[in-house]
């Protein structure tokens, strides 16, 4: 059973930064597709980022290019974000989700993600 668990959310003004991580664990990070997806109050969720499984592709969605970094630790089977000059809009709960083996390229649609995570709220102050 693959399982995936977000941390380091939390409450910073803006322009600052936060780290985010998500752990894989039943499979190893390195062979599928994860991505972060992020959902505000009364919004529909949102993709942000993702990366691949076999190599380091990224790919971002327009509105976090240049800020937020996509990254993976094969030998600590994580997946971060790190997000920098954070904006109000960015307030949301993020989440982790991995892909099966059918997705061979990073997708923006979390209908190709097959396991989610909790995730972890993010909050922006202005």
């Known amino acids: 059973q693959v399982q995936l668990v977000e941390s380091g959310g939390g409450l910073v003004q803006a322009g600052g930064s936060l780290r985010l991580s998500c752990a894989v664990s039943?499979?190893?990070?390195?062979?599928?597709?994860t991505g972060w997806f992020r959902q505000a109050p009364g919004k529909e969720r949102e993709f942000v980022a993702a990366i691949s499984g076999i190599g380091y592709s990224t790919r971002y969605t327009d509105s976090v290019r240049g800020r937020f970094t996509i990254s993976k630790s094969n030998a600590a089977n994580t997946v971060y974000l790190q997000m920098n000059n954070l904006k109000p809009e960015d307030t949301a709960t993020y989440h982790c989700?991995?892909?099966?083996?059918?997705?061979?390229?990073?997708?923006?649609?979390?209908?190709?993600?097959?396991?989610w995570g909790q995730g972890t709220q993010v909050t922006v102050s202005s």
């Open positions: 039943g499979r190893t990070a390195r062979t599928y597709v």
């Open positions: 989700a991995a892909a099966g083996p059918r997705l061979t390229a990073n997708s923006n649609d979390s209908n190709d993600y097959d396991y």
